[in-house]
């Protein structure tokens, strides 16, 4: 974590402030550790753009500095449930990466906080990922965060010149359950959140995809109110 500078200004941050809970959890362990927060949030004309709204709860209620919401329409190219004309699976998580996989997201995401960083300055990026309770995601895992902070100090003016970029992942060894902890611990609302990649047109989640599942499990488990509305109960 970089050091807290001591003439009395708060060292920046970006943050990657999709509107889900790991990305709440995720910006104010960022404040609550010093950093003032650049939020960023990607409209990709994802399936699920009532997350923007979520995002932008998040980022009144952890009080950011600056709050981007920066149009990237990956529907041009495709290739998963969220960016084009296809199913969200409802089955229940399974072992392959599944079809809400959208290419090279977080790689993408990563670069262009990474961009914002540079030209504020900042020296610390912070991304929600989770290895343990996700859906196979390959851009969720630690190998990938390890490389990208790699590629980061070859990539850029101020690595070029000996910097550093600090690429935090301070999710990703938690369960689904321990992220509903951290939380209430951080005095959050997580129905300001929103996680479902289909949500229904009365605005329920829909209660089966997997990022439901996996949300509601881990409330589950940790025995606290989710305060999400379901349209479906978990075994259909």
């Given at each position: 974590m970089t050091a807290i500078d001591t003439s009395g200004a708060r060292p920046q941050a970006v943050v990657l402030l999709s509107g889900g809970l790991d990305s709440m959890v995720c910006a104010a362990l960022a404040r609550e550790q010093g950093f003032a927060v650049l939020a960023l949030t990607f409209d990709y004309n994802?399936?699920?753009?009532?997350?923007l709204d979520a995002a932008r709860r998040v980022a009144e209620r952890i009080g950011v500095e600056r709050h981007v919401v920066?149009?990237?329409?990956?529907?041009?190219?495709?290739?998963?449930?969220?960016?084009?004309?296809?199913?969200?699976?409802?089955a229940g998580v399974?072992?392959?990466?599944?079809?809400t996989y959208v290419p090279a997201r977080n790689l993408v995401f990563l670069s262009l906080a990474l961009a914002w960083a540079e030209a504020?300055?900042?020296?610390?990026?912070?991304?929600?990922?989770?290895?343990?309770?996700?859906?196979?995601?390959?851009?969720?895992r630690p190998e990938f965060i390890d490389g990208f902070q790699s590629l980061a100090r070859i990539a850029t003016a101020f690595g070029?010149?000996?910097g550093m970029v600090a690429i935090h992942a301070p999710?990703?060894?938690?369960?689904?359950?321990?992220?509903?902890?951290?939380a209430t611990r951080l005095g959050l609302?997580?129905?300001?959140?929103?996680?479902?990649?289909?949500?229904?047109?009365?605005?329920r989640a829909c209660g089966l995809c997997d990022s439901c599942r996996l949300r509601r499990a881990g409330f589950a488990e940790a025995g606290i109110e989710d305060g999400t509305a379901y349209a479906c109960s978990a075994d259909g």
């Open positions: 994802q399936r699920h753009r009532i997350e920066l149009p990237l329409d990956l529907r041009a190219f495709g290739g998963s449930a969220l960016t084009a004309d296809i199913a969200v699976p409802k399974g072992p392959d990466i599944p079809v504020a300055g900042a020296r610390d990026i912070f991304i929600g990922v989770n290895a343990l309770d996700y859906s196979g995601y390959p851009d969720c070029d010149r000996g999710l990703q060894h938690l369960k689904k359950a321990e992220i509903a902890r951290e609302d997580p129905a300001q959140s929103w996680s479902c990649y289909d949500p229904q047109p009365d605005g």
